[in-house]
């Protein structure tokens, strides 16, 4: 049994308006894969609990369990973990779960990441556990995001793609074009992937997470370009939850 | 008194519905999707559902003759293994019953199988007895592809994943072969009343 253990908030970390980094001191953490999630478990002082989901962060390497958590403001789980929790807090977690959405980091075929919005979580934990361990087969990451400040992560992944080898990070913002701004502007579609994935021939692991309609469509397309269904790996978030 | 999440008021649920819902989950009213990989695109024209493994001749059904089979409408409670269950959904199929009816087989076990490859494995008590069908609409609709269209399983009394998408057929087996979930980590029942959502749940 995977059982319940409890998790004391560190530190937390702003990514964006919306988007905080929860980091955990778990004692027992039994470590992880990097794309695996955990259950969060919260209780009222009635008894009342609720459950959710959410991907992990952190490499297996990291100190610390981080969580990235978007504030849902309909949500139930998410106002809580990002407005109300503090540090010294205690979090009733379980995990890691998940055996398949997962990158070992001692794959040598090209790894092809694609994200939307909060769906970069779980690949951002490939990209560290890749960088921890030296992967030199070449990556990249194509993130989409609303705007320039909703997007997460964005001076950790320009020092990745400047230190890590054979990484690349490619933005697209759907919602707004800032002045110099050198990266796409618009969603997501076959052009950009033409440019941005490897041809078929090269075997690319692909790792697809956002939104149901962002995964759908790009999965949608990729098989379309001739890519191996068996190679793309997704997850999808609705728009419930929270 | 155990430990509570100081300040978390949570949102509580109308005492009408609460005993409907399994320990850990959240009621949603749309229809969340969540699949491994893309969605498979379906020609009915080469569409099939077979039974086949413990059986002295396999059945095959094409689109046309499963569209003949006589459907029932039924109305479910359904539970996904990542929270959130879903009230009162209506689907129209044809129930695993009917399929069976007339088999003879040592099989006790079953793994249903599906376009794109995806397997699950199901007891074969788990979907006979009125707890089974093979749906094809939903809500009055022609299933969407995202939700398992044109036709997927649905076993509600298991999580969700138990009602594999694009489903092509059942295996009937004399042992149990754990399927794709439940080979990466989830339970091999999955009784969302047991919270038997992970292994060793």
């Known amino acids: 049994m995977i059982r319940w253990q409890f998790a004391t908030l560190a530190e937390v970390v702003p990514e964006t308006p919306r988007v905080s980094s929860l980091y955990l001191d778990v004692p027992d953490w039994q470590g992880h894969l990097a794309g695996q999630h955990v259950d969060v478990r919260l209780t009222a002082d009635d008894g009342y609990q609720a459950e959710r989901s959410y991907s992990i962060a952190s490499a297996p390497e990291d100190r610390r369990l981080a969580l990235t958590v978007e504030r849902l403001e309909d949500g139930e789980v998410s106002p809580y973990l990002v407005g109300e929790l503090r540090t010294g807090d205690r979090l009733e977690l379980r995990g890691p779960i998940g055996g398949y959405f997962v990158w070992r980091g001692d794959e040598q075929r090209p790894l092809l990441l694609i994200g939307g919005g909060s769906g970069v979580v779980p690949l951002m934990s490939m990209l560290r556990h890749r960088a921890h361990v030296g992967n030199r087969a070449p990556a990249r990451l194509l993130f989409s995001s609303r705007t320039l400040a909703d997007v997460i992560y964005r001076e950790e992944l320009e020092r990745l793609a400047a230190s890590a080898h054979g990484l690349q990070v490619l933005h697209t913002l759907t919602r707004e074009k800032p002045a110099g701004w050198t990266g796409y502007t618009r969603r997501v579609d076959e052009a950009m992937l033409q440019e941005v994935a490897w041809p078929r021939q090269d075997a690319p692991d692909v790792f697809v997470c956002g939104p149901t309609p962002f995964v759908e469509a790009v999965a949608t397309l990729l098989v379309g370009m001739g890519h191996d269904a068996r190679s793309i790996k997704t997850e999808r978030f609705g728009a419930t939850g929270g | ?201």
């Open chain 2, 1 to 201: 008194m155990g430990f509570v999440s100081r300040g978390f008021k949570g949102r509580r649920r109308d005492t009408a519905s609460s005993s409907r819902v399994p320990p850990g989950q959240y009621v949603v009213t749309d229809f969340p999707v969540l699949s491994a990989g893309p969605t498979p695109r379906v020609n009915l024209d080469q569409w099939t559902f077979t039974i086949e493994g413990e059986i002295d001749e396999p059945r095959r059904w094409t689109w046309k003759e499963f569209q003949a089979l006589p459907a029932e409408t039924v109305t479910k409670d359904i539970h996904c293994v990542t929270k959130w269950s879903k009230l009162d959904t209506t689907w129209k199929g044809v129930s695993v019953d009917a399929l069976m009816e007339g088999v003879e087989t040592a099989a006790d076990f079953t793994t249903v199988f599906s376009d794109g490859g995806y397997t699950t494995n199901l007891a074969l008590d788990d979907i006979t007895g009125g707890k089974a069908w093979v749906v094809y609409e939903f809500d009055g609709q022609p299933l969407h592809p995202e939700h398992g269209g044109p036709v997927r399983f649905l076993v509600p009394h298991l999580y969700f994943w138990k009602s594999a998408k694009w489903v092509r057929g059942i295996r009937l087996q004399k042992d149990e072969h754990p399927g794709f979930w439940e080979s990466n980590g989830y339970h091999v029942r999955g009784d969302p009343w047991r919270e038997q959502r992970y292994w060793g749940d």
